[in-house]
Structures are given as structure tokens and as C-alpha cells.
């Protein structure tokens, strides 16, 4: 099946940025939503923000006005900017894709947010 990465992940100071990146092993159709979970440890995980079809999107109280989300294309499916990073930031970060009537999983990637 098809398989997702994350991507753009790392070690960044507090009141930085990362862009986070979720493609997919082949082209996606009948893209539905892409959903960004983020786990940090000991933690269950939390939803981040999501993106749907028609371009509305959704973002956790925790971090709106700071994240935003976009759709890419069908391979490259979507990003997550992140602005103005804390360290309670720190998580692993998951996208979730639902297309082609099915639910696709990403293995994280790891943003480190420490001075």
C-alpha cells in the first residue's frame, strides 16, 4: 500500500520556525482531509490542525495563530508551518491522510524545541 513520510522535523530554538512536510510513496486521489497529530512523551496524542478538500481548515487552541496548515499537490500532499515555536512544542509530529476512501498513517517526525 501506500506508504506517508513526514519530513522537515528537528532541533530548533524557542520563537523559531520549522515547516513540516507529508508526502506520499505515489499520487493520492480523492483527497479528503489531511489531520496533524503531534505526541509528545509520556503523552497521549494530540490533534494539531486539519485541511479538507475545499480548503477549510482547523486548527487546536494551542496552537492557532502560530501553525498553518496548506495542501500541496497529490503526491506531495501538505505542510504544516509552524511560527513562533515553545518549548511545549517538543512532540513527534504525524500526518494523517484520509484519500482514495482509506486512512493513511505516517511514522513522525521528531521536533525538538530546547534554547
Known amino acids: 500500500q501506500v506508504q506517508l513520510m513526514e519530513s522537515g522535523g528537528g532541533l530548533v530554538q524557542p520563537g523559531g520556525s520549522l515547516r513540516l512536510a507529508c508526502a506520499a510513496s505515489r499520487a493520492l486521489s480523492n483527497f479528503n482531509a489531511m489531520i496533524w497529530y503531534r505526541q509528545a512523551p509520556g503523552a497521549e496524542r494530540e490533534y494539531v490542525a486539519r485541511i479538507h478538500s475545499g480548503g477549510s481548515t482547523n486548527y487546536a487552541d494551542s496552537v492557532k495563530g502560530r501553525f498553518t496548515i496548506s495542501r500541496g499537490d497529490t503526491k506531495n500532499l501538505g505542510y504544516l508551518q509552524m511560527n513562533s515555536l515553545r518549548s511545549d512544542d517538543t512532540a513527534i509530529y504525524s500526518c494523517?491522510?484520509?484519500?482514495?476512501?482509506?486512512?493513511?498513517w505516517g511514522p513522525g517526525t521528531q521536533v525538538t524545541v530546547s534554547s
Open positions: 494523517n491522510v484520509i484519500a482514495e476512501y482509506t486512512t493513511y
